[in-house]
């Protein structure tokens, strides 16, 4: 392949650059010469990182990796690919920020799950390497074993929770076989919601999977009982399943600043809907994420509006720096209108290799990204590519995902919505959904070129995802060809406004209460609700507390709001305790209140003076009832008898 120094030279020009022929080979000396010396060392060269790094034992600084030769170099545009070169060596130089892990231990304790004696076939590959039992559900015939080498028994699996050394399964039409069981297999009495716990489950079942995104929950082996390869290489992986593992932590979880619930009232509630392996439940006030479950797909991180859920592989922060690096470097070393794609390590890593490999390689100006799962990546990486200069974005997916992708189609919709709002021209932001590389680049050919930001932004902030997600956004509109201040949003946006209908609202202040960032405000001097829509999250709370049912969720992005005062929605006249002149409620609600017990209820009769207590505040209320010695229970009307249901259904007969 091609190498065109002069252009990565221009793109990283604080560094020393050199080319070679066959650095792995005969030029190995000259590798350990620069490993030798002071500063940090990037290696465009993958296929050897073994090699290089056994030679560089000893070696002063830091040393890092990148491909580009699939990537870039091999392609029918590689003689154009200097740019893209010098963005993947800037990308490779960013720091990556160090994750915490998770440990299971397995002492591997399996249950075998299956309905014939494909089941038991398996059991006995197994018995000298796990502790195995053996639960056939509904069994045909089976044969009694010669010698009981390990237990099978009856019983179907109704729940089944838990991951890699803590799986619970609740189990009915449980029994044991009679030892003097002589042609098939006869069970004792059967029994219902049975307790098992074991540390692996290899299920032969051949029914549904035991578990949603079944692929993704660590310690559950599925396989067809008709295809004994199958079964086979099932039985292979769970025999690799005892010790203690290390698995990451994908996700960072702050409790305090999650708003999926208050006073028992659901607000926020995007991560249970998005979890494809449900390790996501609600928990109080808050929800709790089971690390064991998590598979790290990072859609509750992408989703989550103020950042309680937050990525930590990488976190959103040190992902913007790569994007950063990548498209700034890009357009330095002469580059221009580039596509970002985004791609993960499994799927669209082995994608671009055999493209490279076997067809035209990717474009020049496709710049590919890897990231853990694609569907981390959230609207903020989006808005920031934009800003930074890139004029595309694409999302490599595999054609049937492992599991559900429902929240990256919300972050393309309401990315389609931003840029389209600003300017940008034509499809910017789409998946590509293929398991086949012509394919893969085939579409990626035909992308029409659209141009990018004239003056690329080159913000470099840190924090929560929530508040890049805004910074991004306004560095985006201040870059963008067609700024405008006001952007609809679809539906479960992290931004907003919320619509009160005046007429209804009481001024009860029940929306303020709950509101867990500070979006609506009271004054503690006069009646009066207040919105400030820069706090705003969208999290529908005070739409769930208003007893009057008169809020609504409005999804937009109001680029004048971090700027603007708060807008007052409405306004009334205190009511002023008329004894001590103290105001204490709202005017107009004391005044509905007194006409509906004046003359109606047998405390208030028409036009008695003790009406005038509504009228004050909690303190002369207490002080008036006390000068007067009022006795509540005076004047109670008598009944001969207690009353019923009947007595209230013949009262409710008589209104009619």
């Given at each position: 392949m091609r190498l065109d120094t002069a252009a990565i030279r221009r793109g990283c020009p604080n560094c020393e650059i050199a080319d070679f022929h066959q650095l792995c080979r005969h030029q190995l000396d000259h590798f350990r010469n620069a490993a030798k010396a002071e500063g940090p060392l990037v290696v465009g060269c993958t296929q050897e990182a073994t090699l290089f790094g056994n030679e560089a034992e000893g070696g002063s600084g830091k040393m890092d990796f990148v491909n580009l030769r699939e990537t870039a170099g091999w392609s029918v545009e590689g003689a154009k690919a200097g740019p893209k070169m010098a963005a993947l060596?800037?990308?490779?130089?960013?720091?990556?920020?160090?994750?915490?892990?998770?440990a299971l231990k397995s002492d591997g304790v399996i249950?075998?799950?299956?309905?014939?004696?494909?089941?038991?076939?398996?059991?006995?590959?197994?018995?000298?390497?796990?502790d195995v039992?053996?639960?056939?559900?509904?069994?045909?015939?089976?044969?009694?074993?010669a010698t009981t080498s390990f237990p099978v028994v009856k019983g179907t699996i109704r729940n089944a929770k838990g991951h890699l050394g803590a799986f619970e399964l609740v189990i009915d039409d449980y029994a044991l076989p009679q030892p003097s069981s002589r042609t098939a297999l006869v069970f004792e009495t059967p029994r219902n919601g049975l307790t098992s716990r074991c540390d692996l489950v290899l299920d032969l079942s051949g029914g549904t999977p035991l578990f949603p995104a079944h692929?993704?929950?660590?310690?559950?082996?599925?396989?067809?009982?008709?295809?004994?390869?199958?079964?086979?290489?099932?039985?292979?992986?769970?025999r690799d399943f005892v010790g203690s593992f290390d698995k990451p932590k994908y996700?960072?979880?702050?409790?305090?600043?999650?708003?999926?619930?208050?006073?028992?009232?659901?607000?926020?509630?995007?991560?249970?809907?998005?979890?494809?392996?449900?390790?996501?439940?609600?928990?109080?006030?808050?929800?709790?994420?089971?690390?064991?479950?998590?598979?790290?797909?990072?859609?509750?991180?992408?989703?989550?509006?103020?950042?309680?859920?937050?990525?930590?592989?990488?976190?959103?922060?040190?992902?913007l720096h790569k994007l950063r690096a990548m498209l700034l470097t890009y357009r330095e070393a002469g580059g221009a209108n580039p596509v970002v794609l985004f791609h993960d390590s499994q799927h669209g890593g082995p994608l671009i290799d055999a493209l490279a490999r076997h067809g035209d390689g990717l474009p020049a100006d496709v710049l590919p990204f890897a990231v853990n799962e694609v569907t981390q990546v959230g609207l903020e990486a989006v808005a920031a590519s934009f800003a930074y200069g890139a004029a595309g974005i694409r999302f490599l997916l595999r054609a049937k995902p492992r599991h559900d992708v429902a929240g990256l189609s919300q972050t393309v919709a309401m990315a389609d919505a931003v840029v389209g709002g600003l300017g940008f021209s034509g499809p910017r932001v789409a998946t590509i959904e293929t398991d086949d590389p012509d394919a893969l680049g085939e579409v990626l050919r035909e992308i029409e070129p659209a141009p990018a930001v004239e003056r690329a932004a080159t913000f470099k902030t840190v924090g929560k995802r929530s508040d890049l997600l805004r910074f991004a956004l306004h560095e985006l509109h201040r870059v963008a060809p067609a700024p405008t201040d006001?952007?609809?949003?679809?539906?479960?946006?992290?931004?907003?406004?919320?619509?009160?209908?005046?007429?209804?609202?009481?001024?009860?202040?029940?929306?303020?209460?709950?509101?867990?960032?500070?979006?609506?405000?009271?004054?503690?001097?006069?009646?009066v609700l207040k919105f400030v829509e820069d706090a705003c999250v969208q999290c529908g709370l005070c739409r769930s507390a208003c007893p009057e049912k008169v809020i609504t969720l409005k999804p937009q992005i109001d680029f004048r709001a971090a700027?603007?005062?708060?807008?007052?929605?409405?306004?009334?006249?205190?009511?002023?305790?008329?004894?001590?002149?103290?105001?204490?409620?709202?005017?107009?609600?004391?005044?509905?209140?007194?006409?509906?017990?004046?003359?109606?209820?047998?405390?208030?009769?028409?036009?008695?003076?003790?009406?005038?207590?509504?009228?004050?505040?909690?303190?002369?209320?207490?002080?008036?009832?006390?000068?007067?010695?009022?006795?509540?229970?005076?004047?109670?009307?008598?009944?001969?008898?207690?009353?019923?249901?009947?007595?209230?259904?013949?009262?409710?007969?008589?209104?009619?």
């Amino acid at each position: 392949m091609r190498l065109d120094t002069a252009a990565i030279r221009r793109g990283c020009p604080n560094c020393e650059i050199a080319d070679f022929h066959q650095l792995c080979r005969h030029q190995l000396d000259h590798f350990r010469n620069a490993a030798k010396a002071e500063g940090p060392l990037v290696v465009g060269c993958t296929q050897e990182a073994t090699l290089f790094g056994n030679e560089a034992e000893g070696g002063s600084g830091k040393m890092d990796f990148v491909n580009l030769r699939e990537t870039a170099g091999w392609s029918v545009e590689g003689a154009k690919a200097g740019p893209k070169m010098a963005a993947l060596i800037a990308v490779a130089s960013e720091p990556a920020p160090a994750y915490p892990f998770v440990a299971l231990k397995s002492d591997g304790v399996i249950l075998i799950y299956g309905r014939d004696e494909v089941a038991v076939e398996a059991g006995q590959l197994l018995f000298d390497h796990l502790d195995v039992t053996v639960m056939i559900t509904k069994p045909a015939l089976i044969a009694p074993p010669a010698t009981t080498s390990f237990p099978v028994v009856k019983g179907t699996i109704r729940n089944a929770k838990g991951h890699l050394g803590a799986f619970e399964l609740v189990i009915d039409d449980y029994a044991l076989p009679q030892p003097s069981s002589r042609t098939a297999l006869v069970f004792e009495t059967p029994r219902n919601g049975l307790t098992s716990r074991c540390d692996l489950v290899l299920d032969l079942s051949g029914g549904t999977p035991l578990f949603p995104a079944h692929d993704l929950r660590d310690g559950y082996l599925r396989a067809d009982p008709r295809d004994p390869s199958a079964m086979l290489r099932a039985v292979l992986k769970a025999r690799d399943f005892v010790g203690s593992f290390d698995k990451p932590k994908y996700v960072n979880f702050s409790a305090e600043i999650c708003v999926h619930s208050r006073s028992k009232l659901t607000g926020c509630h995007r991560c249970l809907d998005l979890c494809p392996t449900r390790a996501i439940t609600p928990d109080g006030d808050h929800v709790k994420i089971d690390a064991g479950v998590c598979a790290g797909c990072g859609q509750c991180a992408a989703a989550c509006p103020t950042g309680a859920a937050s990525y930590a592989l990488p976190p959103a922060d040190a992902l913007l720096h790569k994007l950063r690096a990548m498209l700034l470097t890009y357009r330095e070393a002469g580059g221009a209108n580039p596509v970002v794609l985004f791609h993960d390590s499994q799927h669209g890593g082995p994608l671009i290799d055999a493209l490279a490999r076997h067809g035209d390689g990717l474009p020049a100006d496709v710049l590919p990204f890897a990231v853990n799962e694609v569907t981390q990546v959230g609207l903020e990486a989006v808005a920031a590519s934009f800003a930074y200069g890139a004029a595309g974005i694409r999302f490599l997916l595999r054609a049937k995902p492992r599991h559900d992708v429902a929240g990256l189609s919300q972050t393309v919709a309401m990315a389609d919505a931003v840029v389209g709002g600003l300017g940008f021209s034509g499809p910017r932001v789409a998946t590509i959904e293929t398991d086949d590389p012509d394919a893969l680049g085939e579409v990626l050919r035909e992308i029409e070129p659209a141009p990018a930001v004239e003056r690329a932004a080159t913000f470099k902030t840190v924090g929560k995802r929530s508040d890049l997600l805004r910074f991004a956004l306004h560095e985006l509109h201040r870059v963008a060809p067609a700024p405008t201040d006001i952007i609809a949003l679809p539906e479960a946006a992290p931004l907003g406004a919320i619509s009160v209908n005046v007429d209804g609202c009481t001024l009860c202040l029940s929306c303020v209460s709950v509101c867990p960032t500070g979006a609506l405000r009271d004054d503690p001097e006069r009646p009066v609700l207040k919105f400030v829509e820069d706090a705003c999250v969208q999290c529908g709370l005070c739409r769930s507390a208003c007893p009057e049912k008169v809020i609504t969720l409005k999804p937009q992005i109001d680029f004048r709001a971090a700027r603007a005062a708060p807008l007052i929605i409405k306004e009334e006249e205190p009511a002023l305790c008329i004894r001590c002149n103290k105001p204490f409620g709202v005017k107009s609600t004391i005044e509905k209140i007194a006409a509906k017990l004046e003359g109606r209820h047998w405390m208030y009769p028409a036009g008695d003076a003790r009406l005038n207590a509504v009228r004050m505040c909690a303190d002369c209320r207490v002080i008036v009832m006390s000068e007067q010695q009022f006795d509540p229970f005076a004047g109670v009307p008598e009944r001969a008898s207690p009353r019923t249901t009947d007595d209230y259904l013949r009262e409710r007969e008589n209104k009619r």
